[in-house]
């Protein structure tokens, strides 16, 4: 079963603009850690923001934001003001934590892909 | 902090050889992860070592595939035999620590073409 489904393989948000890239996960692990990376063509990826399922806020880590919804299981990602530099392909990716090993590794989904529009 | 360094960027081989690709994970990070990433697709995973130890293995990793982390610092990945369907970008990545909230920092990657 896909642990991680983005349902959107590509978004158009205008410059300045906020988008919403969407997340949901599906885990019985009561322990987990969400991830969102960042892919520009060059191939590189780029770890923007994390969100615990303990913690009881909502991640922030400048214009990135993670509305992270428990009991849906979704944990999706918000850029606000986006710019030019944004395009690139979004990955949302988990990690459970509580099998003997001490945690599984990052699981990905397929990613989204943002292009800004000036 | 140097960040997570992979070589070569690019291969390009025959059906049939061997490749062996190289990673120098961030230094003060004792794990060290290998993915493959085709296209349209997110990184799959294919084995980690925590140190020198090679703890998890996917069944992506077929017997034609090897990876070793001696003395704990950079990895290898060996491919024998090389088929088509092994071309793929292979991503590095390393971490620190056993916790689940410890994020995965990835290299550029190395683009296999088998022709």
New interface residues.
């Given amino acids: 079963a896909q642990k991680i489904t983005q349902t959107q393989p590509g978004m158009f948000v205008q410059e300045k603009e906020a988008v919403t890239l969407d997340c949901t996960y599906d885990t019985s692990d009561p322990s987990y850690g969400l991830f969102w990376y960042k892919q520009p063509s060059s191939g590189e990826m780029i770890f923007l923001i994390y969100q615990g399922s303990y913690d009881q806020q909502n991640a922030t880590e400048g214009r990135y934001s993670l509305n992270f919804q428990k009991a849906r299981k979704s944990a999706n990602l918000v850029i606000s003001a986006s710019q030019l530099g944004d395009s690139a392909m979004y990955f949302c990716a988990m990690r459970e934590g509580s099998t003997g090993s001490g945690n599984t590794p990052l699981v990905f989904g397929k990613g989204t892909r943002l292009s800004v529009i000036a | 902090d140097t960040g997570v360094s992979q070589d070569p960027r690019h291969k390009i081989t025959k059906r049939g050889q061997n490749v062996t690709f190289r990673c120098d994970p961030i230094s003060e990070h004792n794990r060290l ?1 290998w993915y493959r990433q085709t296209l ?6 294919l084995t ?1 070592f925590q140190n020198e130890a090679q ?2 293995k ?1 069944r992506l990793l077929s017997d034609r595939f090897s990876a070793e982390r001696p003395k704990g610092s950079f990895s290898t990945l060996e491919i024998q035999r090389t088929e088509q369907g092994d071309s793929a ?1 292979y ?1 590095c ?1 390393s971490s620190w620590g ?4 410890s ?7 190395t ?1 296999l073409t088998v022709t």
């Fill in positions: 992860y349209g697709q997110g990184p799959e995973f980690y703890l998890e996917s970008m991503l990545a056993q916790s689940y909230n994020p995965l920092h990835f290299g550029n990657g683009r």
